[in-house]
């Protein structure tokens, strides 16, 4: 019966000690890591440059990483002039 009672304080005071120990972190958001100074390159294009004659209605462009999807819009110039809006979609690294 003392054996008991002895486990049953080691169990509480073992509980309470973790809770003491892993309930009081500080949670902060991540730090992010170093600033990416390099940007984004195009790796691959669809169809290819100088295709010319190109009858499909869609083209695709990979980059090297994942892109902010507001600055490729802001930066996309197409000439001569497409009639429409044009739309986009994405796919990982991939437009």
């Known amino acids: 019966m003392l054996l008991k009672q002895i486990n049953k304080k080691r169990t ?3 509980f309470l ?3 003491a120990l892993f309930g ?3 949670q902060l958001p991540p730090t992010g890591g170093d600033v990416d100074r390099l940007p984004p390159e195009i790796v691959e294009v669809f169809p ?4 010319t004659n190109y009858e499909k209605d869609y083209f695709e462009i990979k980059f090297s990483e994942y892109v ?3 600055s ?3 930066a996309i110039f197409i000439s001569p002039f497409i009639e429409g809006a044009l739309e986009l979609s994405w796919s990982g690294k991939s437009m």
């Not at 290819?48 to 295709?51: L, M, N, R, S």
Request: hydrophobic residues 35%; neutral net charge.
């Open 12 to 14: 509480f005071i073992f």
């Open 17 to 19: 000690l973790s809770f």
């Open 24 to 26: 009081c972190a500080n």
């Open 48 to 51: 290819p440059d100088g295709t």
């Open 68 to 70: 902010d999807k507001r």
């Open 72 to 74: 490729v819009r802001d």
